[in-house]
């Protein structure tokens, strides 16, 4: 991977997603459309007078050669002419393209779930990220190509151009032998049962010392907040002490808004994508401006990195990092090399990346997503409620004692849950399936045939052909869902005997599917479900009126506009005495 200060912004970079994403070229086909209508009129105004004498003379010549008189309104024949072949090309160039000239920025997962609804679930289009793209929501094809013939698809070289900036040759973007070794150590140390205490540990640890204090304030100050930016300040912090060992402290009572290292993080990694071209090329100034903005981004990342890693190490030399569970410490416990058998800083430095790029985003995105989904489904939050409240009332029965922890007690008051609560919670878990199904966090997959195929669905597939999973449309196919595929309906996660239903991960694909599927995934359900539960219990959610939620393009499906909210405290009735793994007052 470059230094961030050789890194330059190939323009290449950019060119992909710009297409997918707005279009551009087609919007080009109909603005060209009109100008050249506007243009052929023009000139018919300027030049029709002096072309209509023109035939007047030729006619009182032919008339003296005795040939065939020429009409004076042939000039508007020409025009009429004119507009016919321009309307014909115009017809042409929309034929190859299938469409997705209306799958512009705002609306391109809906124009794409809809045309892919239409095909079948799966089209050919040689204008989806400005090249030849077969286009896919189809559960088999999942299957076929990330499962049953895996090593038949890589990423590709091109997918790891893009994002060689941000992920370098980290885990996520990697192929073959490379993915495979990292993938081994990765597992490793992330399914160890001390790795996994941790987790809940410090899952609990951070929502309980950070997330109810933060809204606890906005709320007595009546002020609103931007929800997906509380969650996504939350587990950067939860997995800077995962990975590191060390809390960030982005989520406060009060903050320097942009300032801090999670906000230089977010638009690092891409929350702001595709990136802006390089600084020295023609752009406009303030291209220029947000592109070295990033650079400098960059820069604070590589450092704080580079001072985690050295903290760590130090504290390996003289032994005090003994007992530490974080991922760092363990890593360096063990083989730390990269793939050629060194250990390289450059190397640790991309797979940390790539860990805090992952640990972000996911949680954060599906958490935002389920307060916007509740707060439109009065129903879902009743019972996410009833849910709370019995196992409230089950820990109470249990402990013999009630005490009052009311929210609305001027000391705080609020409830926390712990690992072996929020794993009971059900419809909980269900909920928030709802949301990674309707919004996956990471919402299309990219991959190359290196040797020719057939599709289960016969779709024949050359060499280097390219496909495109699209898994936000996946997600809302009648065909796979049922009818009700676009609604919240958690229930579908429930069997009868009120367990989670499973449902396979070529269908429910927003965490991947073996071998390639996510290592956070456990992980995140204990994260989000922690922070649900303490938010659901302890406060109301309103999303502001007017404001309006939809998702953004770019290679994570954060709100484009935020998750701007008022949050009020809720008031129970007596609740429990907190244990040490049951609910805790704080
Ligand atoms: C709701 C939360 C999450 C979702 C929806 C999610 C989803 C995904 C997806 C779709 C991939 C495949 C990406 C690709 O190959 O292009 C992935 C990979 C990965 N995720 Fe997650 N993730 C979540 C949380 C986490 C967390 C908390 C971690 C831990 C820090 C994590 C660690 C990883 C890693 C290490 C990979 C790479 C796996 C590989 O390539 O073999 N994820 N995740």
């Known amino acids: 991977m470059k230094s961030v200060l050789c890194r330059a912004w190939d323009s290449s970079m950019c060119r992909p997603l710009d297409h997918i994403i707005t279009g551009r070229k087609e919007r080009k086909i109909n603005r060209r459309f009109i100008r050249a209508l506007t243009s052929v009129l023009f000139l018919y105004t300027i030049l029709g007078p002096p072309l209509r004498a023109a035939i007047c003379s030729i006619n009182s010549h032919v008339a003296s050669c005795g040939f065939l008189h020429l009409s004076p309104d042939m000039d508007l024949l020409f025009l009429i002419l004119c507009c016919l072949i321009l309307y014909y090309r115009h017809l042409q160039s929309q034929e190859t393209n299938p469409k997705w000239e209306s799958a512009n920025i705002h609306h391109f997962h809906d124009c794409a779930t809809a045309l892919?609804?239409?095909?079948?679930?799966?089209?050919?289009?040689?204008?989806?990220?400005?090249?030849?793209?077969?286009?896919?929501?189809?559960?088999?094809?999942?299957?076929?190509?990330?499962?049953?013939?895996?090593?038949?698809?890589?990423?590709?070289?091109?997918?790891?151009?893009?994002?060689?900036?941000?992920?370098?040759?980290?885990?996520?973007?990697?192929?073959?032998?490379?993915?495979?070794?990292?993938?081994?150590?990765?597992?490793?140390?992330?399914?160890?049962?001390?790795?996994?205490?941790?987790?809940?540990?410090?899952?609990?640890?951070?929502?309980?010392?950070?997330?109810?204090?933060?809204?606890?304030?906005?709320?007595?100050?009546?002020?609103?907040?931007?929800?997906?930016?509380?969650?996504?300040?939350?587990?950067?912090?939860?997995?800077?002490?995962?990975?590191?060992?060390?809390?960030?402290?982005?989520?406060?009572?009060?903050?320097?808004?942009?300032?801090?290292?999670?906000?230089?993080?977010?638009?690092?990694?891409?929350?702001?994508?595709?990136?802006?071209?390089?600084?020295?090329?023609?752009?406009?100034?303030d291209e220029k401006a947000k592109c070295w903005a990033r650079e400098e981004d960059g820069r604070t990342i590589d450092s704080f990195i580079a001072e985690m890693v050295a903290r760590a190490r130090r504290r390996a030399d003289d032994k005090s990092n003994e007992g530490a569970a974080d991922l760092f410490s363990s890593f360096l416990c063990h083989d730390n090399t990269s793939d050629d058998g060194e250990s390289t800083d450059e190397f640790i430095r991309d797979t940390t990346v790539n860990l805090l790029f992952a640990g972000r985003d996911g949680p954060a995105t599906g958490l935002s997503w389920l307060f916007y989904l509740v707060s439109k489904n009065p129903r879902v939050e009743q019972k996410l409620l009833e849910e709370l409240s019995a196992l409230v009332a089950t820990l109470r029965d249990g402990a013999g004692s009630a005490v009052d922890t009311s929210g609305g007690g001027g000391g705080g008051g609020m409830v926390t849950f712990g690992r072996s609560e929020v794993n009971s919670l059900v419809y909980l878990h269900a909920a928030l399936c709802e949301p990674l199904r309707l919004y996956p966090p990471v919402p299309f997959e990219h991959k190359v045939a290196a040797a020719a195929d057939v599709l289960l669905s016969g779709k024949e597939l050359k060499a280097g052909a390219k496909i495109l999973f699209l898994n936000y449309s996946m997600g809302r196919m009648e065909g796979v869902w049922g009818k009700d595929c676009t609604e919240f309906w958690q229930e579908r996660w429930v069997t009868k005997e009120g367990k989670l239903r499973h449902e396979p991960s070529y269908k429910f694909f927003s965490f991947n599917t073996r071998p390639r599927t996510c290592l956070g995934k456990e992980l995140a359900f204990v994260q989000m479900k922690t922070a649900a539960a303490a938010v659901l219990w302890n406060f109301v959610v309103e999303v502001v009126p007017g404001h309006v939620v939809k998702p953004k393009l770019s290679p994570i499906l954060h709100m484009k506009n935020g998750l701007i909210v008022r949050v009020h405290r809720r008031f129970h009735g007596p609740q429990v005495e907190a244990s040490d793994d049951s609910p805790r007052k704080k």
């Open 116 to 285: 892919l609804a239409d095909a079948g679930y799966s089209l050919e289009s040689k204008e989806i990220l400005g090249q030849r793209y077969f286009a896919t929501c189809d559960p088999a094809n999942v299957r076929h190509v990330f499962t049953s013939n895996f090593n038949n698809y890589p990423k590709g070289h091109e997918y790891a151009e893009i994002f060689d900036v941000l992920l370098g040759a980290g885990i996520m973007n990697s192929d073959g032998e490379s993915w495979r070794r990292q993938r081994a150590k990765a597992q490793m140390l992330m399914t160890a049962p001390r790795f996994r205490a941790f987790t809940a540990q410090c899952s609990r640890d951070k929502v309980e010392k950070s997330l109810p204090p933060f809204l606890a304030l906005a709320a007595d100050e009546g002020r609103p907040c931007d929800l997906q930016d509380v969650f996504l300040r939350l587990s950067f912090d939860l997995t800077c002490t995962l990975v590191f060992g060390v809390d960030t402290g982005c989520l406060h009572g009060h903050w320097a808004a942009g300032g801090s290292l999670h906000a230089r993080h977010g638009r690092y990694v891409g929350d702001d994508f595709p990136p802006p071209r390089h600084p020295h090329g023609v752009l406009e100034t």
